[in-house]
């Protein structure tokens, strides 16, 4: 670790500012920290008085470090609060007006604040999820834009919708297995929440989208992604949706399926336009590696 990262995530998250709540919310927890300390040396010359003996430190640690009970998450909100810089909530205590809407897949992998640096703007991303970052629901039988989804766009007022998938994405693995026979079978909840998956698959699948000879992984990525242009499309073709507003697709790659670097969010697709070449050229300057296609 260089001169300029020495500070250790503990310590960052102790001293507070708008990099410490990034810290806190891309789930830098126990581990993570123990590991940055670790490797910026940030434990040595510890003060006794300031720390417990190794192995009551450790035991207290595997019990009370950022688990999913009880302490575990006052813990983790401990550390949230705390870092959060004097302020933040000024101007969107009372109100909101979010500058992005954006719809992802639940999944514990995917970091919908911290991809889009949303903790260092209190206030900018509406963010509803759900499996398989669908944007459409049901309404008396008739298929509609989802609600949480809607009220972001046009009730808080948000200018761009996003629809973010991701590799390796169970719910559209969930939808390929039921396609091709091999589905086991699952709670009610959880068909209803993947049909519409289902159809998208069977589209693709029928369309020749996606090269059904590969690894059943990469297939699986390749669907995540033409899922993402079903949904932008439904949102384009929806009147629902205010003239005007910004659609953008993206992947949120941890595979390594579009490249090297983990979390990115690769564009897909902006406004229905899905050529690589188009959409480099619609890009800032050295944004050009954002942009990927498993389908082109």
Known sequence: MSDDTSMSRRTALKTGGAGAAMLGILGYGAGGVAAADAESGADEGR????????????????????????????????????????????????SQSPAVVS???????????????????????????????????????????????LYGLEVSGASSGVVVGHTGCGAVTA???????????????????????????????????????????????????????????????SDEVSEGKDLYGFVYDFQNAYGDVDGRTVLVNVDGETDTDALREAVPDGYEEFVGSLLH
């Open 47 to 94: 003060e006794d008085s300031e720390s417990k003996p190794e192995a009551e430190a450790e035991s207290a640690g595997d019990e009370f470090a950022f688990g999913g009970d009880l302490p575990g998450l006052l813990e983790r909100n401990g550390l949230w609060s705390g870092a959060l810089p004097e302020g933040y909530f000024e101007g969107v205590r009372t």
């Open 103 to 149: 719809v992802c897949c639940s999944d514990s992998r995917v970091s919908q604040e911290g991809m889009f640096a949303a903790p260092l703007d209190a206030g900018f991303l509406f963010k509803p999820s759900n499996i398989g970052n669908k944007v459409t629901t049901r309404v008396d039988g008739e298929r509609a834009v989802d609600g949480s989804f």
């Open 175 to 237: 939808a390929y297995e039921s396609v091709v026979g091999e589905a086991g079978e699952q709670p009610p909840g959880i068909e209803e929440e993947v049909a519409p998956i289902v159809d998208v698959v069977e589209e693709a699948l029928d369309g020749g989208a996606v090269e059904t000879d590969a690894e059943k992984r990469a297939v699986v990525n390749q669907l995540v992604e033409y899922n993402v242009h079903a949904q932008v499309e439904y949102l384009r073709e």
